[in-house]
């Protein structure tokens, strides 16, 4: 479809502070609201769908990354996410919000996709980024140090059930609050609460027993 040429997702080149800036961070002044830019929209001006996806590919590639903890995995949940907003967009609800609308759908896409997966994915070594006042004869070693740590932190998070890890994804590594992740997974305040409540102790008990057996199998190495 010609209307979704401007899909251009810069997710990768998105600052740190883009990242976890949001999704209810309310436009800049001077710029349209969501729902006049889909009003816009409806009205067929093509050019009015490029805001939406500049102001919302970041924060949802994200979302999508938080899940599959794999870039060009990601990159296609939003690209199909957004593909399906076009083609929905003369339907939009406007007493609901653009972004919890969007947000669903790419937890949905993405969710479909992990069960799809025939195996686990990992990060690599360009997603980490030099740390901040390192040397350079330091940075390959922290860097190496940090990858791994990203990587155990995804296979930990892909051991949750889906309902888990999803509220874990979207809290603590996109930074919603328990209102908007209720919005967005179609559940009550209180069971999102709970949900991360269960969530962060899954997370934390199978990170310690990866630990000790790390410190297990190296203290066995050292007899």
């Given at each position: 479809?010609?209307?979704?040429?401007?899909?251009?997702?810069?997710?990768?080149?998105?600052?740190?502070?883009?990242?976890?800036?949001?999704?209810?961070?309310?436009?800049?002044?001077?710029?349209?609201?969501?729902?006049?830019?889909?009003?816009a929209c409806q009205a067929g001006d093509e050019s009015a769908f490029a805001s939406l996806v500049e102001?919302?590919?970041?924060?949802?590639?994200?979302?999508?990354?938080?899940?599959?903890?794999?870039?060009?995995?990601?990159?296609?949940?939003?690209?199909?996410?957004?593909?399906?907003?076009?083609?929905?967009?003369?339907?939009?609800?406007?007493?609901?919000?653009?972004?919890?609308?969007?947000?669903?759908?790419?937890?949905?896409?993405?969710?479909?996709?992990?069960?799809?997966?025939s195996r686990s994915r990992s990060v690599s070594l360009d997603d980490v980024g030099e740390p901040a006042?390192?040397?350079?004869?330091?940075?390959?070693?922290?860097?190496?140090?940090a990858a791994e740590t990203g990587v155990e932190v995804r296979e930990v998070l892909a051991r949750l059930?889906?309902?888990?890890?999803?509220?874990?994804?979207?809290?603590?590594?996109?930074?919603?609050?328990?209102?908007?992740?209720?919005?967005?997974?179609?559940?009550?305040?209180?069971?999102?609460?709970?949900?991360?409540?269960?969530?962060?102790?899954?997370?934390?008990?199978?990170?310690?027993?990866?630990?000790?057996?790390?410190?297990?199998?190296?203290?066995?190495?050292?007899?």
């Amino acid at each position: 479809m010609a209307a979704v040429s401007f899909l251009s997702l810069r997710a990768k080149n998105r600052s740190m502070k883009d990242r976890k800036s949001g999704a209810s961070e309310p436009p800049a002044a001077g710029l349209a609201t969501d729902g006049e830019i889909i009003r816009a929209c409806q009205a067929g001006d093509e050019s009015a769908f490029a805001s939406l996806v500049e102001r919302y590919s970041g924060r949802a590639y994200w979302v999508a990354h938080g899940l599959l903890g794999d870039q060009d995995e990601a990159r296609d949940i939003v690209q199909e996410a957004f593909l399906r907003v076009y083609r929905a967009l003369d339907r939009f609800d406007f007493d609901q919000s653009f972004y919890t609308w969007l947000y669903r759908i790419v937890v949905n896409l993405a969710i479909d996709r992990l069960r799809k997966l025939s195996r686990s994915r990992s990060v690599s070594l360009d997603d980490v980024g030099e740390p901040a006042g390192s040397s350079a004869e330091a940075a390959p070693g922290r860097r190496m140090e940090a990858a791994e740590t990203g990587v155990e932190v995804r296979e930990v998070l892909a051991r949750l059930p889906d309902k888990y890890r999803t509220v874990m994804v979207l809290r603590e590594l996109n930074g919603l609050s328990c209102k908007e992740i209720a919005g967005i997974v179609r559940s009550s305040h209180a069971t999102v609460r709970w949900r991360l409540h269960v969530a962060r102790k899954y997370f934390r008990d199978e990170w310690e027993r990866r630990k000790q057996r790390g410190r297990g199998g190296r203290a066995n190495h050292g007899l």
